[in-house]
């Protein structure tokens, strides 16, 4: 338990950065959490209102029943006169009632977990895709991925049963102890001093069972990891005769799940057996009680009867009402963890005032820059660079693997910004301009091509959205990928499976080409694929590219000889910076590190 609050504390200091909770006390930043989600809530009154009401007429209905009991015993048993009927049709009426308030309340409180958890969702989802790469690298998808299922999973449940459980408990806990005492008040008094030693330590005995709970609940996600990722990587497991391994790594990770469960069956037959006989035999001493006072003729027997369904009730709703604390609590933990991930904010932002881009040219301008990752401040990928691309040029990037060339992508699209020095499109800053403006200028070919698991229209109109079946087949011919999509068995409808499974490398970097033909941007970015290719494929690609880059400003990432021969301009990059410039000719005949890449590649 006291794991559990830590946790959530923990993580509520780092939430809801608006609030700024690090100068709330602790109780106060827990329910600052939950604010967010009942600020989702909110937007509901009509489903809240139609929810409470149901909730206070299903307690009502509730609390009437021993009432009910008590009238039909004093009235109808005990003096045997007079008509029962009415006693009993009330009590029909009374179930009805239940009934159906009782099923009002589960829809609407249901509904609004599930409409909370809807919109918490969308909201997320929206305020991720505005974050930076930075973000991504920082935090893991997959954590992040729980979070959007598991976390919303812990909230619908508050939203969805917690809160009304908690209400109906208080309601019909507090209306019965008011029964009561209206019944036999010295009696009531007696119960109530019970009542703490009763639930005393079934609460205590309930948080060691909650915090075993959760630590088996971790085990168990272990598990979960183990699996996808030796399942995800299964080649790799054989190939490298690790299978035994493995096998003993997922049994110790099964057996610390079994002996954590075990901990927490423990716990739960204890308080099972704790629970019944408190419960049992206090209600055991209070028939006693009662039926010596019956003997003494101090109450009726309807009210020995009434006394002993309510404080029933009573009881469970205040053993309900312990178990909704945790609940909260959980709650508390996972509602700050997704106001994190809404508080959080995009380090590239549009600035206030973003200036309008001018017309188009495609030129392209690197301004002394240098910049480190986020990730990795130790290293300068780009050191005081400078670059000038005039537009409609070519020039073809080379360099040892790390020297920064790939950074250079990054850093135009603006998905990082310098620490110094600027970047230019169209004279324009990259700091002073919307981002999707300039992203809008720059078509990425990317050296893995990223495909999604949908159909090939879908992935191809993925350079432009609003493309027609016209427009994507002239992409499609002018990346050379019209032949092989015309095979596909369903055309442009083909499902291409998860990352575009069912399609080749080079068919994979067609589509990409496509993409970016669609996309008719006029500065390319284009990372050549190394992946080997045969001769006819890196016909096509090259054939493909070829035709992409006409009048178009590019950059390319030279992996091929072919690029790096006709391309009007070299730039040779080593530990981010530029070593040397020129032709090919003219670079072979300089004998520099240009030279020295050139021969490794040509002896291979
Ligand atoms: P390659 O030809 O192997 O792709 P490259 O020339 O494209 O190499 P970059 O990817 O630009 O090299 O990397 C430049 C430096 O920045 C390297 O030291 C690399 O380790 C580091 N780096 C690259 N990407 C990241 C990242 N996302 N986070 C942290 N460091 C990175």
Redesign the pocket.
């Known amino acids: 338990m006291t794991e559990v609050s830590q946790t959530s504390t923990d993580l509520a200091v780092e939430s809801a950065k608006q609030d700024d909770p690090e100068k709330l006390p602790k109780k106060r930043r827990k329910i600052a959490n939950l604010k967010m989600v009942g600020s989702y809530a909110i937007k509901y009154p009509k489903q809240i209102a139609f929810a409470f009401i149901a909730l206070v007429i299903a307690a009502l209905a509730t609390l009437s029943i021993p009432a009910g009991f008590k009238a039909i015993v004093d009235n109808g048993f005990i003096q045997g006169e007079g008509d029962i009927a009415p006693y009993f049709e009330a009590l029909l009426v009374i179930a009805l009632v239940l009934g159906l308030a009782t099923a009002l309340r589960f829809y609407f409180v249901s509904w609004l977990g599930e409409r909370v958890v809807a919109d918490i969702r969308a909201a997320v989802q929206r305020n991720l895709l505005r974050l930076s790469p930075a973000f991504f ?1 920082e935090n893991r998808p997959a954590e992040i991925a729980s979070r959007m299922t598991a976390d919303t999973a812990i909230i619908e449940q508050i939203v969805g049963t917690t809160v009304s459980v908690a209400l109906r408990n208080l309601f019909v806990g507090i209306g019965g102890v008011i029964y009561l005492f209206s019944l036999a008040p010295k009696l009531t008094g007696a119960l109530l001093l019970g009542i703490p030693l009763i639930l005393g330590p079934v609460i205590i005995l309930g948080r060691y069972l909650q915090n075993a709970s959760r630590k088996s609940q971790d085990r168990v996600a272990d598990v979960g990891t183990i699996t996808s990722e030796t399942l995800g990587a299964m080649k790799i497991v054989q190939a490298f005769g690790q299978e035994r391994r493995e096998g003993e790594r997922f049994s110790d990770a099964v057996e610390a799940t079994f002996s954590q469960a075990k901990r927490r069956i423990f716990l739960r037959s204890g308080l099972t057996a704790l629970f019944i006989v408190l419960i049992f035999g206090g209600i055991v001493m209070l028939v006693w009680q009662g039926a010596e006072a019956v003997r003494a003729g101090t109450i009726s027997g309807g009210s020995i009867l009434a006394i002993v369904i309510t404080s029933g009730l009573v009881a469970g709703s205040f053993g309900a009402l312990s178990e909704v604390y945790a609940d909260l609590v959980r709650g508390a933990g996972a509602s700050s963890r997704l106001a994190e991930l809404l508080a959080e904010e995009p380090d590239i932002a549009p600035p206030e005032n973003p200036i309008a881009l001018p017309a188009a040219r495609g030129q392209l301008t690197f301004d002394n820059v240098t910049f480190r ?1 986020p ?2 401040p130790e ?1 300068e ?1 780009l050191k005081q660079f400078s670059l000038r691309v005039t537009p409609g040029e070519t020039v073809a990037v080379v ?1 040892p ?7 250079l992508f990054q850093l135009a699209q603006r998905f990082y910004d310098p620490e110094s020095g600027a970047i230019r499109v169209d004279g324009v800053p990259l700091t002073q301009a919307d981002p999707a403006e300039i992203r809008m200028r720059m078509a990425y070919v990317p050296q893995e091509t990223v495909l999604f698991a949908a159909s090939a229209r879908d992935n191809l109109r993925y350079g432009n959205w609003l493309a027609d079946d016209d427009q994507i087949w002239a992409a499609a011919r002018q990346a050379n990928a019209e032949r092989f999509l015309l095979d596909l068995p369903e055309g442009l409808d083909t499902y291409l499976g998860e990352g575009g499974a069912r399609l080749s490398g080079g068919q994979r970097q067609r589509i990409a080409i496509a993409r970016a033909v669609l996309r008719d941007s006029p500065i390319l970015l284009l990372d050549e694929a190394t992946s080997a290719l045969d001769a006819e494929s890196e016909r096509l690609v090259q054939d493909a590219l070829d035709k992409l880059m006409v009048d178009r400003t590019t950059i390319v ?1 030279a992996h091929r000889l072919a690029t790096v021969r006709s391309a009007q301009r070299i730039i040779v ?1 080593d530990e ?1 910076r530029i070593v040397e410039e020129g032709t090919h000719n003219a670079l072979v005949g300089a004998n520099g590190l240009y030279a020295k890449l050139a021969s490794l590649q040509f002896d291979a």
């Open positions: 690298e990752y990730t990795r290293v990928a360099g693997s790390g020297a920064g060339k790939s950074t990432i990059m981010g």
